[in-house]
């Protein structure tokens, strides 16, 4: 089995199950400043199951298109698309792949994506929710990483369009 991980498998220290594990140079990054983290990583390196790659760019493109049509994309971060890319393109290479994250934005898009999905900390999704961005003050919606409403200047919100 491969495993994809997220900062939080690293910082709650879940590697022990058989397998490889897969992360992105964006998620080192993160996991760097904590001693107890950066461990867990370092041992996994030294015995031959951990590799850091970076997603191609087709499937940045894919998940960004994904997640905009969730409606997550306003609260996903460059390593959140970066994770999920890379888990997409280990799926398309390797077959069934793991994604492992307690950032429930990740993991709507990765279910979306029909990818497996564990989370290390918390109960995780239950379902996947397509969200809607609206403004709270003229009504409008919006899709993409839009933060406020281009016709009245009001900080958007979002609520569930459609619950799968």
Not at 80 to 90: G, M, R
């Amino acid at each position: 089995m491969v495993h994809v991980a997220d900062a939080a498998a690293f910082y709650v220290g879940v590697m022990n199950q058989g397998g490889n594990y897969y992360t992105t140079p964006n998620v080192m990054a993160e996991v760097e400043h904590l001693p107890s983290a950066r461990l867990v990583a370092e041992t996994l390196k030294s015995l031959g199951r951990l590799e850091i790659e970076e997603p191609t760019a087709l499937q940045v493109r894919s998940v960004t298109t994904q997640a905009s049509r969730t409606g997550d994309l306003a609260k996903l971060s460059p390593t959140d698309i970066s994770i999920l890319a890379l888990a997409a393109d280990l799926h398309a290479r390797l077959g069934q792949v793991d994604l492992i994250s307690d950032d429930y934005s990740v993991l709507n898009v990765a279910r979306s994506l029909s990818l497996e999905v564990r989370s290390v900390s918390n109960r995780g999704i239950a379902r996947n929710i397509r969200w809607l961005l609206y403004c709270p003050g003229c009504g409008n919606s919006y899709r993409g990483k839009v933060t406020e409403c281009n016709a009245c200047g009001t900080a958007l919100k979002r609520k569930p369009r459609k619950i799968v």
